[in-house]
């Protein structure tokens, strides 16, 4: 069984990834555009990083990243955190409209 700790950690983890994210033409994953140092991302982060780990369904996409702030005008962001799906977006951080996203 892992731990609360080692799942905290685990999500921080992902949450600090500044990693350069390629976006497949084809991408079938919803597309989570975040910032680590923003504060409304940090409330959804544990719980889109268990979705993720539960479908394995998301792509995270830190745009702290400088080579990764070519998807803000690619995807119209205006905010973060914002999600992108095949079907819809949504920015913001109900969590009962991100699931409604992402099913």
């Given at each position: 069984m892992v731990s609360?700790?080692?799942?905290?950690?685990?999500?921080?983890?992902?949450?600090?990834?500044?990693?350069?994210?390629?976006?497949?033409?084809?991408?079938?994953?919803?597309?989570?555009?975040?910032?680590?140092?923003?504060?409304?991302?940090?409330?959804i982060f544990p719980e889109l990083y268990k979705e993720n780990l539960a479908n394995?369904?998301?792509?995270?996409?830190?745009?702290?990243?400088?080579?990764n702030k070519g998807y803000i005008a690619k995807y119209q962001l205006e905010t973060v955190p914002t999600i992108v799906t095949p079907k819809g977006r949504y920015a913001g951080t109900d969590t009962e409209k991100i699931q409604q996203l992402l099913e």
């Open positions: 609360t700790i080692q799942t905290n950690q685990a999500i921080q983890r992902q949450e600090l990834d500044r990693s350069v994210v390629t976006i497949a033409t084809n991408e079938e994953r919803a597309l989570v555009f975040y910032k680590d140092d923003c504060s409304d991302c940090q409330k394995d369904n998301l792509l995270f996409i830190n745009l702290n990243q400088p080579k």
